[in-house]
């Protein structure tokens, strides 16, 4: 688990979605994902989807849905706070020639 430095936090209209930008620079495949985790809380780090990776700002971005006490924490945030992060995880999406992709709400951000 390493700390990155929160660099941006955007919300959508309604608040119900947040995106994360943080100075973690790793190499990451489409469809990967990463554990964060807020000071003390969640006691458990929580999965989120990598949503992009700006290489010029050297940022990751995740799309995090309103839900739960993890998301209460990451409100409070500010950019310059810190979080905790593990990953990429997971193997992500397979190179295909001709991909479909299909997605809705939060299960758009690894399309992007």
Known sequence: MIDATIRQMSFSTDRSLLLLAV?????????????LKVGDWPVVPRPF????????????????????????????????ATVQIKGPLGNGFPEL??????????GVAPLL
């Not at 020639?97 to 939060?106: H, Q």
């Open 97 to 106: 020639p001709a991909p479909l992709l299909v997605g809705g709400g939060c």
């Open 23 to 35: 100075d973690w620079r790793v190499d990451v495949r489409p469809g990967q994902f990463a554990m």
């Open 49 to 80: 989807s990598i949503c992009a990776q700006d290489r010029e700002a050297d940022t990751t971005s995740f799309l995090i849905r309103r839900k739960g006490l993890l998301w209460e924490q990451l409100l409070r945030l500010q950019p310059g």
